[in-house]
Nanobody, 124 residues
Framework: QVQLVESGGGSVQAGGSLRLSCAAS????????IGWFRQAQGKERERVGA????????WYADSVEGRFTIDRDNAKDTVYLQMNSLRPDDTGVYYC?????????????????WGQGTQVTVSS
C-alpha cells in the first residue's frame, strides 16, 4: 500500500511561485501514474495535471497549461508540481493521487491512493 504526503504549500502573492512535493512510501512508486488535484472551498475537486509512471508523459488542465510543470524522481519516490505565475483562482487544497490503471488521466474514482493535501493561498 502506498502512502502519499504532500508538502510545500503556503501563501504567496499573485505572480509568485511555489513548488509542491508528493513523497511516497510503501513501495512500487514507479508503477503508478500520479495526478495532481486541487479543491477550492465550495467547489469540486479538479485535476490540474498528471505524470506517467516513467515521467515521460504529462497532461495539464487548460487552466494551468504553460504555468505549471510536473516532474518526478522515481529514485526519491517523489513527484513535484512547480507552479509559476500563480493567480488568486489557483487557491485551494492541492492533493496528489496514485493510480495503477492504464490511463494517464482516469476518472477520479480510479485513483487508488490519495495524500492528505496541502493548502495553497494566492493573494491579489
Amino acid at each position: 500500500q502506498v502512502q502519499l504526503v504532500e508538502s510545500g504549500g503556503g501563501s504567496v502573492q499573485a505572480g509568485g511561485s511555489l513548488r509542491l512535493s508528493c513523497a511516497a512510501s510503501g513501495g512500487g512508486f514507479s508503477t503508478y501514474h500520479i495526478g495532481w488535484f486541487r479543491q477550492a472551498q465550495g467547489k469540486e475537486r479538479e485535476r490540474v495535471g498528471a505524470i506517467s509512471r516513467s515521467g515521460g508523459s504529462t497532461w495539464y488542465a487548460d487552466s494551468v497549461e504553460g504555468r505549471f510543470t510536473i516532474d518526478r524522481d522515481n529514485a526519491k519516490d517523489t513527484v513535484y508540481l512547480q507552479m509559476n505565475s500563480l493567480r488568486p483562482d489557483d487557491t485551494g487544497v492541492y492533493y496528489c493521487a496514485a493510480t495503477l490503471g492504464l490511463s494517464l488521466v482516469p476518472r477520479i474514482s480510479e485513483y487508488n491512493y490519495w495524500g492528505q493535501g496541502t493548502q495553497v493561498t494566492v493573494s491579489s
